[in-house]
């Protein structure tokens, strides 16, 4: 279902992504993929990259430019799961922060991304007889 989206500053995204970031640093799992892909002083730049990333994903701001997709296929390591654990750390972190209409809003965006890097990821036709499903477009 379309729901129509709450309004959002960009103090709030970079509220968000900031402790997020802050937590997956800290995340047993997640942590060493980052670690491999992002040199400590390089942590300044990637944070500015997913402010830009997040202001166009609920601003429709045009700033980031990139492609998620591919610099996900150079990482080292990763795998389905993690995407689990991703979301729920996201998902937590927007809760504590923000009102559950906001909160729902980014959780949802984050799913709806995280599905279709899972796709290009990890979908090879034919080997797991996955069934697409048509979603909702976003
Ligand atoms: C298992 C889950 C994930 C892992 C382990 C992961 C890991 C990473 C790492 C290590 C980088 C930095 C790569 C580099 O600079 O070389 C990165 C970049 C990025 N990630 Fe993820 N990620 C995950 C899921 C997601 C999801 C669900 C989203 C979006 C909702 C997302 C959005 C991005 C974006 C936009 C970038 C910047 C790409 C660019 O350089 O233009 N990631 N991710």
Same mark, same amino acid.
């Given at each position: 279902?379309?729901?129509?989206? %709450?309004?959002?500053?960009?103090?709030?995204?970079?509220?968000?992504?900031?402790?997020?970031?802050?937590?997956?640093?800290?995340?047993?799992?997640?942590? %060493?993929?980052?670690?491999?892909?992002?040199? %400590?002083?390089?942590?300044?730049?990637?944070?500015?990259?997913?402010?830009?990333?997040?202001?166009?994903?609920?601003?429709?701001?045009?700033?980031?430019?990139?492609?998620?997709?591919?610099?996900?296929?150079?990482?080292?390591?990763?795998?389905?799961?993690?995407?689990?654990?991703?979301?729920?750390?996201?998902?937590?972190?927007?809760?504590?922060?923000?009102?559950?209409?906001?909160?729902?809003?980014?959780?949802?965006?984050?799913?709806?991304?995280?599905?279709?890097?899972?796709?290009?990821?990890?979908?090879?036709?034919?080997?797991?007889?996955?069934?697409?499903? %048509?979603?909702?477009?976003?």
């Amino acid at each position: 279902m379309m729901r129509a989206m %709450p309004s959002v500053t960009e103090s709030q995204i970079v509220t968000l992504v900031d402790a997020f970031y802050a937590k997956v640093r800290r995340d047993e799992v997640l942590a %060493p993929i980052f670690e491999r892909a992002i040199a %400590p002083d390089a942590w300044p730049v990637h944070l500015a990259k997913m402010h830009d990333f997040w202001s166009s994903v609920m601003l429709t701001s045009g700033r980031y430019k990139g492609n998620p997709l591919a610099v996900h296929m150079r990482l080292d390591g990763i795998e389905p799961s993690m995407f689990v654990r991703w979301l729920a750390l996201f998902r937590a972190t927007a809760e504590e922060l923000f009102p559950s209409e906001l909160a729902a809003s980014f959780r949802d965006k984050s799913e709806r991304i995280a599905e279709s890097l899972k796709l290009g990821l990890f979908y090879r036709p034919g080997l797991h007889g996955l069934k697409i499903v %048509p979603q909702n477009p976003t």
